[in-house]
């Protein structure tokens, strides 16, 4: 019996741990509108659970899943609830499967496009005009209002993307949009914007409105700001994912 019993202990002292659960999710695998999240694990998963965090660093609802078994490699989905008019900041994930193991991801897809009034730059230049500085002054007032909301519970940063209108060579518009986005960014930065400001030109690539080439349309000379996690994937969708540009931290 005292062989058996060691024999046991044995062959409990030599079984595996389980695998460790890694899991992949991006921006374009969330429905914030709908509440739907797409995670894919690294291997079968038997449940999910979620919860929807806000701005204001409380929980806003939650959400529960079980999966079937040979769902590894797949997109699985997970809802939560949450009240009507409010925003996530921070969605935290548990993914365990049926042999125990587990593992915890924190998504944080909060941004803030910063409404404004578009500073338009004349033809080729990237010089900002005295009477646009007037928009720039009423987006400070923005951007250091969603700063003291937001600011306290994570760590913030301005990103800006430049553009230019099509008149010109694509390499050349790429350049100029760049150096607008850096004098809006030190603009911002001059008249009180601590946090960290990271710029990034996008050319004539993803306009606002669509011309033929060479066509001078000053709505196209201008920038986009959003607020967002600092460190994090710069948060533009749509057109900008295409494009592709690469973010620069603006020197100090």
């Given amino acids: 019996m005292r062989c058996a019993v060691l024999v046991l202990l044995v062959a409990r002292v030599a079984l595996a741990a389980p695998a460790p659960i890694k899991v992949a999710y991006d921006l374009a695998h969330l429905d914030l509108d709908h509440h739907v999240l797409q995670f894919k694990p690294s291997r079968a998963v038997a449940e999910a659970s979620i919860t929807a965090i806000g701005e204001d660093g409380a929980e806003l609802g939650t959400g529960a899943a079980t999966y079937p078994p040979g769902a590894a490699g797949s997109w699985l989905a997970i809802t939560w609830t949450q009240p009507a008019d409010t925003r996530v900041m921070m969605l935290r994930l548990r993914v365990a499967a049926a042999d125990g193991a587990a593992t915890n991801v924190e998504l944080v897809p909060w941004s803030v496009a910063i409404e404004h009034e578009d500073v338009q730059f004349r033809t080729d230049s990237a010089v900002i005009d005295a009477d646009e500085t007037q928009k720039l002054d009423a987006s400070l007032a923005q951007i250091d209002a969603t700063t003291r909301r937001v600011g306290k519970l994570m760590k913030l940063a301005l990103y800006i993307a430049g553009h230019t209108d099509t008149v010109g060579p694509s390499a050349k518009n790429r350049t100029l949009s760049l150096a607008r986005a850096v004098a809006i960014g030190g ?34 000379r201008r920038a986009d700001y959003v607020l967002g996690p600092a460190g994090g994937t710069p948060p533009f969708r749509g057109a900008y994912l295409k494009a592709r540009a690469s973010w620069k931290p603006l020197p100090r």
């Fill in 187 to 220: 603009y911002l930065r001059d008249h009180g914007v601590a946090l960290p400001i990271v710029v990034a030109g996008f050319g004539e690539d993803v306009p606002k409105a669509r011309t033929p080439d060479n066509t001078d349309a000053r709505v196209n």
